[in-house]
């Protein structure tokens, strides 16, 4: 399943890439670089969810114990940040890749606008070759720093680039049927359904430094299920762990997504928040939309209705009147007005700035 993934979000750990709390361990995050550069060698995109940025900050400052202060944790953070990008910048570097960093919280995903843009951003990076390098924003967001350990952050950005799957790599090998710290014998789970409700009921507890422990794992893998990616918790000390995945080595635990990335493409987006606006289509429109698979252009409308922001979720009807798609609008109700039956090149002209090229990009459409 690794094997045939097209495109994969790998989430490293705070224990992975940190000299056991004294800042950051460049040494490893070299060797990760290392193995980004194979993967991409086997066409294969990838985006890194790295957490560290505590611990680097914390060694930076001078701090030898965690601080219990959320204001003290996001000064960390903001000082970690530095060295973090810092030095996955220049390992990649080194190896002829090109990196950049992103920084995001639960709220840039949950709004819709901002989910576009996000998204928008992190395809044309992929599409360029770059390797985006994500955390969540700790300088402002308190939801990693108390909880989830970058491992919600990895789910939701499969979710938002439609990733083929998410590789969580932490200090254990995987998923164990019982605490193998206290149980000798413990056995990892091979493979599972990601939805099975008895997964949470075995994950264990937080490790020390991180402060993730394996239930926001199974939980982040849930999550990844909804649009239909595979998830795999693998040991990251395993050497070449994420090139032996990708040739289709057996590592770790395999939380199995049930659902096919269209199918739960397409429910999430026709299960959206309340239709917000309309649009009303010419034939030719149609035509492009359910028989050529296209992208709905702003020179196909005739009609706009009600009142959208960017990201809106926005009904398509046929010249009848007939609902026949739905999707989330680049441009809002006022700026599509400006645009419509006009031809895509004189987007800027008109509202002195392009976004997109389509008012709406068929990954952000589904016919119904």
């Known amino acids: 399943m690794i094997r045939d993934a097209k495109t994969l979000v790998v989430k490293i750990g705070s224990s992975l890439v940190t000299n056991e709390g004294r800042g950051l361990d460049a040494a490893a995050i070299g060797r990760w670089a290392g193995q980004v550069a194979e993967l991409q060698q086997m066409g294969k995109k990838v985006v890194l969810?790295?957490?560290?940025?505590?611990?680097?900050?914390?060694?930076?400052?001078?701090?030898?114990?965690?601080?219990?202060?959320m204001h003290e944790l996001q000064a960390?953070?903001?000082?970690?940040?530095?060295?973090?990008?810092?030095?996955?910048?220049?390992?990649?570097?080194?190896?002829?890749?090109?990196?950049?960093?992103?920084?995001?919280?639960?709220?840039?995903?949950?709004?819709?606008?901002?989910?576009?843009?996000?998204?928008?951003?992190?395809?044309?990076?992929?599409?360029?070759?770059?390797?985006?390098?994500?955390?969540?924003?700790?300088?402002?967001?308190?939801?990693?720093i108390k909880l989830g350990d970058n491992d919600t952050l990895g789910a939701l950005v499969t979710n938002l680039i439609e990733a083929d799957a998410l590789v969580i790599l932490t200090d254990q090998a995987g998923l164990f049927d019982a605490d193998p710290r206290k149980s000798k014998q413990a056995k990892i789970v091979a493979e599972a359904d990601a939805s099975d409700p008895k997964l949470e009921t075995i994950a264990g507890g937080a490790g020390a430094l991180g402060r993730g422990g394996m239930l926001t794992k199974v939980q982040a893998a849930r999550r990844a299920a909804r649009s239909g990616a595979h998830t795999v918790i693998a040991a990251g000390a395993e050497p070449e762990v994420l090139v032996r995945l990708a040739r289709g080595e057996r590592i770790g635990t395999l939380l199995r997504a049930q659902t096919v990335p269209l199918a739960a493409r397409k429910q999430w987006l026709a299960d959206y928040l309340a239709v917000s606006g309309r649009v009303r289509l010419d034939a030719g429109a149609v035509k492009a939309l359910t028989r050529d698979g296209k992208?709905?252009?702003?020179?196909?409308?005739?009609?706009?209705?009600?009142?959208?922001?960017?990201?809106?979720?926005?009904?398509?009807?046929?010249?009848?009147?007939?609902?026949?798609?739905?999707g989330l609008a680049n441009y809002s109700a006022a700026e599509a007005r400006q645009i419509i039956r006009k031809p895509s090149a004189e987007i800027e002209a008109i509202l002195g700035y392009v976004d997109e090229p389509e008012l709406i990009h068929r990954d952000n459409l589904v016919l119904l």
């Open 49 to 69: 969810v790295s957490s560290g940025a505590i611990a680097e900050g914390m060694q930076r400052l001078g701090w030898t114990r965690r601080p219990h202060a």
């Open 76 to 144: 960390a953070a903001a000082v970690g940040q530095m060295g973090l990008a810092q030095c996955y910048e220049s390992c990649l570097r080194a190896l002829g890749l090109r990196s950049a960093q992103v920084l995001l919280t639960n709220a840039d995903l949950a709004d819709r606008q901002r989910y576009l843009n996000a998204r928008s951003t992190l395809r044309t990076l992929l599409a360029l070759g770059v390797v985006p390098v994500i955390n969540e924003n700790d300088t402002v967001a308190t939801d990693e």
């Open 295 to 326: 992208s709905l252009l702003p020179i196909g409308v005739t009609e706009v209705a009600g009142e959208f922001e960017r990201g809106g979720v926005v009904a398509c009807l046929d010249p009848a009147g007939r609902e026949i798609a739905r």
